[in-house]
């Protein structure tokens, strides 16, 4: 009786961390992602002509979509798989290496817009190649609320 | 003792046989006659291209393996609850496409879920929604997709659970679920709320995933629109109509926004199957992705599923 007390009193902080750890990721994944549409909004508002176009903000975000995409695709141990309302589908852990591709097209088109854009015309040009990449990833990737 | 038994034997001998007949493949079109697939004019395959994107018909029926728009090869496998669907070979190859139909029977089988041969057609394929469309717009898609590539081959047989099996339960699945009514113009609304009624409700067919289903696998109409559970695996479809767990807070410019680019009011960009219609959405026109917002908009609120953000 006291040894499996013993073994449960130990063992509840060990669980309680592994589920921290795994929730931990989950949000931070969530967070970037919130990141990225925010990153998303003013530029969609210059392809319309609703804002004036900005070569900063541009190349800020371009620089952004790199840095999150980056950190991004190292939030999936095998722990993350489910909880936290997440909408990541199992295929990530079933083909990580083709998510990984995914998630290096996109930051390979965000760094290759950083240098074709220097004005308004190439940014309208190259701008929805990079923006392309949301919805095909999200078509093969993300299920939402999947559990 | 005996007559009763006698009756009961009747009865049961009655039952089996209009059962049988109600199966039948005429009986739908015993019961619903043919008048429902004239054309008034010559077919348009400009509109029908319009049509066809509406209809997102190469989302289905794309060859597999193709990523272009235009090879209508089929055989894309659909995974739902019944069963896999292999969608068939609809390009204009004479062999193992449509191209040896004739405008009649491309319309009984987009308006009436029928197949040449009088077979009906699984409502995977959502003629529960594109019969809505007249006669004279499926003549325009069916003139559109004969100008498209013919494609050699054929897809697999549908690989369903019983009794989703039985194809002769269509016809009485038919019977009961398919009225084959074209959509009137309603006068007192406006020319973009009736485009857009048509569009969503007809060839758009929104309904058929944004729904949740009787366990006859039919829309259930008091929660049409509404959103539901997906029926191609884990997740939910969201509501589409202005209640505070669908589109409330939405602006009608950015529900056809999202139409356009894939893009919701907070900059998530959709994805699942949604990312395949904006494909098709995108090749819309700008007044007719306004219309189908203007008409969603106009809906009565219908609770649905909250669906995390």
């Known amino acids: ?147 | 003792m005996k007559l009763p038994a006698r009756l009961l034997l009747v009865f049961c001998v009655f039952i089996i046989a209009a059962g049988y007949w109600l199966t039948d493949f005429d009986a739908h079109f015993a019961f619903r006659g043919d008048g429902r697939w004239k054309t008034t004019r010559a077919a348009d395959p400009v509109n029908g291209k319009v049509l066809f994107a509406a209809g997102g018909c190469i989302s289905c029926h794309a060859s597999s393996g193709s990523d272009d728009r235009v090879h209508l090869g089929g055989g894309k496998p659909l995974k739902t609850p019944f069963g896999i669907f292999y969608p068939s070979n609809i390009s204009p190859d004479l062999k193992d496409g449509i191209g040896r139909w004739t405008e009649t029977q491309f319309i009984r089988a987009i308006r009436d879920g029928t197949a040449p041969d009088g077979k009906p057609y699984y409502p995977a394929f959502p003629y529960t929604s594109y019969r809505h469309m007249s006669p004279d717009d499926a003549a325009d898609l069916f003139a559109y997709i004969k100008t498209l590539p013919p494609v050699a081959g054929n897809a697999p047989a549908h690989d369903l659970s019983f009794p989703y099996s039985v194809r002769r339960g269509l016809v009485l699945w038919k019977l009961a679920f398919l009225d084959g009514t074209v959509i009137e113009v309603e006068p007192h609304k406006s020319e973009s709320w009736n485009r857009g009624r048509y569009l969503v409700e007809g060839v758009g067919h929104c309904a058929e995933c944004h729904s949740p289903r009787n366990f006859a696998g039919a829309i259930i109409d008091a929660k049409r629109l509404s959103g539901g559970p997906n029926l191609e695996g884990k997740g939910t479809v969201p509501n589409l109509t202005p209640d505070k767990t669908g589109l409330a807070t939405w602006s009608e410019a950015e529900i056809a926004s999202l139409l356009k680019d894939g893009f919701t009011p907070d900059f998530d960009s959709v994805g699942g199957s949604m990312a395949e219609v904006v494909r098709n959405t995108a090749e819309l026109s700008d007044t007719d992705r306004m219309a189908m917002a203007i008409y969603l908009k106009s809906l009565p609120p219908i609770e649905g599923q909250k669906r995390s953000k």
């Open chain 1, 1 to 147: 009786m006291k040894l499996q007390h013993a073994v449960l009193i130990f063992s509840l902080p060990l669980m309680a961390t592994l589920a921290v750890a795994s929730t931990a990721n989950i949000g931070e994944r969530q967070e970037i992602m919130k990141s990225n549409g925010a990153t998303t909004k003013p530029l969609v508002a210059m392809l319309k002509g609703e804002a004036p176009f900005d070569l900063t903000t541009v190349q800020k975000s371009l620089a952004n979509y790199q840095d999150n995409i980056g950190k991004f695709v190292t939030l999936f141990p095998e722990d993350s798989k489910t909880g936290a309302k997440t909408s990541a589908s199992p295929k990530i852990w079933e083909d990580m290496a083709g998510f990984k591709s995914a998630a290096d097209k996109f930051a390979a088109d965000a760094k290759l817009a950083s240098s074709t854009i220097t004005d308004e015309s190439s940014f309208k040009a190259n701008m929805p190649t990079v923006l392309k990449n949301c919805g095909s990833c999200h078509e093969a990737w993300r299920v939402k609320d999947a559990q």
